[in-house]
């Protein structure tokens, strides 16, 4: 996660060419135990939703939800970023 946030943070990057490879780490930290890592997570995915195209972000995180998942903090999470993207 320290290596996305770093992406993030430089000027220049595309960041639409590593979206669909940074996805897959970011959203199973959404329910990880410690509760720093869980933070670090919904910031940065709070970054992308800054930084993205609203619809490229709702794209992907509507994909995530599709998914069956016994997890239901991660779809709590993702209906909370994607109410966040509206706003």
Same mark, same amino acid.
């Given at each position: 996660m320290n290596i996305i946030f770093?992406?993030?943070d430089t000027p220049g990057i595309h960041i639409n060419t590593y979206l669909p490879l940074c @996805?897959?780490? *970011?959203l199973p930290k959404l329910v990880y135990d410690k509760v720093?890592? !869980? $933070?670090?997570?919904?910031?940065i995915l709070r970054k992308l939703v800054r930084i993205l195209k609203k619809n490229t972000l709702l $794209?992907?995180?509507?994909?995530?939800? =599709? *998914? /069956? =998942?016994e997890e239901w $903090? !991660?779809? /709590? /999470? @993702?209906l909370?970023? *994607?109410?966040?993207i509206f706003l």
């Open positions: 770093s992406i993030l @996805l897959p780490g *970011i720093q890592i !869980r $933070h670090k997570a919904v910031y $794209h992907n995180f509507l994909l995530f939800l =599709d *998914i /069956e =998942d $903090h !991660r779809k /709590e /999470e @993702l909370l970023l *994607i109410c966040y």
